[in-house]
């Protein structure tokens, strides 16, 4: 999906929406356990109802892995699903891959050729030749580790060097070597807060993924005031909020309620 | 397994060589491609020609996610056939995962629970709790990247911050507030020469996962000059220079050849 593409459907929606498809057998509704494949049976449930509320899809690798072949099934089948159903939403594979060059181009293909998703979460710790081979691929989006929504975020994204910049800062600016607004995004956990004025001096363009509202606590309204551009700029995901709001037979219809509420608070806060 | 075992694996084979399962369907033996499993067709034989010759293998998840579900039904095969033939091998899964705790969690209990591995490799860049939910397991080890092998390891690694202290000296003397020699090693690649004395300094104890001797260029004398200890302190893995070393029907018997002409070198670095 190209940048334009994206923004014309946040601008249709009136959403910037991504649900988090973190799927966890342990609190998805127990009828579901009963079905052949009760993560993808969760996930289709979910998609339908939420989609026309959202622009974004991610599933956390995570949660799929943990369940091993079977895991690695659903997942596959969730992304079919999406391509053939809903293939205006913009599907984010959230794996938060990095490794020397030669074996980034094998994750590359993994998620670009065989699993044809528009972007991968990709970890900088390794620099250049770790990130470039997921830029080769027309259409498709890395998205960087900036500044994530965790505690430990403190431990090393804000450690200054003797320019004072920070290793986040850092990320931001060097990786503009490599891509362009057209082809990578950045995670900047929602818990930031002000952080996003300092962001947007340095990629005051680039679309940021903001994990971090709803269960951990962030601020979409100050994500917003701090962080958006004249296009949006932002995809702000939820998982927990949306997909755990209900356990029972109506889980679907709660997701969607609770997405719908999400989607009006964004048409309240979009300007465009 | 416990770090008393390792050494003692390393004492009686006198070697600490691990052997990289980067197991690519575009590189294997044309024959075994008849196989129902050709990734495991070639695993199983490469560990049985190298084991005498090394006390460790390293499955890099990147080569079997790229085959999707077929690649990691031969990834699960490939450890429990490594459990059940060889129990004294030590098992690194090399995933360079790292996510927010909840998510960490989730990865602990795929590769801990699920799969069993020994240990696996994790990147450090989300700081504190990205990486403690690893530790929480009794003979598991996490493998934190420090100094990677890449050329891109110059972009931020060696970031100095104000105080002089460098990306990758903070994240192994930050990390040793998480974890101790006994569930900790360190990725350092062998590509960086005298830096293993800098490296000495902060974790004089630790185990290192020394990648990059073979293609990437690396020298053995030179990492066991400036980074061995009393109790080796070092496992040295080769992947494409061992596996990829023929590629007829004798791969296997000349990957023992070239195993085993590591493992020689080896005995005469070795001072235990």
Same mark, same amino acid.
């Given at each position: ?12 929606? /009136? ?8 799927? #966890?057998?342990? /609190? ?132 200054? #060097? ?35 004025? #300092? ?30 551009? /004249? ?42």
């Amino acid at each position: 999906m190209t940048r334009q593409e994206l923004i014309e459907q946040i601008r249709e929606k /009136k959403s910037f929406l991504c649900v988090g498809l973190d799927t #966890d057998l342990k /609190k998805i509704p127990e009828h579901l356990l009963a079905d052949d494949d009760p993560m993808f049976a969760f996930n289709k449930a979910i998609i339908d109802a939420t989609a026309p509320y959202c622009v974004a899809y991610k599933p956390n690798l995570a949660f799929y892995e943990s369940n091993g072949v079977k895991g690695w099934i659903s997942f596959e089948k969730t992304i079919n699903y999406l391509h053939e159903n809903y293939p205006n939403h913009f599907v984010i594979a959230d794996a938060k891959r990095g490794d020397i060059g030669n074996t980034s181009t094998m994750y590359a293909c993994t998620f670009f050729e065989e699993m044809n998703v528009d972007s991968l979460t990709v970890a900088p710790y390794m620099g250049e030749d770790s990130v470039t081979p997921f830029l080769q691929y027309e259409g498709k989006w890395v998205i960087l580790l900036a500044l994530t929504s965790n505690k430990g975020s403190h431990d090393f994204q804000l450690t200054e #060097d003797q320019q004072g910049e920070r290793l986040f800062e850092k990320v931001l600016r060097k990786s503009q070597e490599w891509g362009n607004k057209d082809n990578m995004m950045y995670v900047v956990g929602a818990t930031q807060g002000r952080m996003f004025e #300092d962001i947007r001096k340095i990629v005051p363009e680039h679309f940021l993924l903001v994990p971090g509202v709803g269960a951990q606590g962030g601020s979409l309204e100050e994500v917003c005031k701090y962080g958006m551009t /004249k296009d949006c700029g932002l995809i702000v995901n939820s998982s927990r909020a949306i997909i755990y709001a209900d356990k029972t037979e109506r889980f679907a219809e709660v997701a969607a309620e609770k997405a719908k509420e999400v989607q009006l608070q964004m048409a309240s806060l979009l300007n465009m």
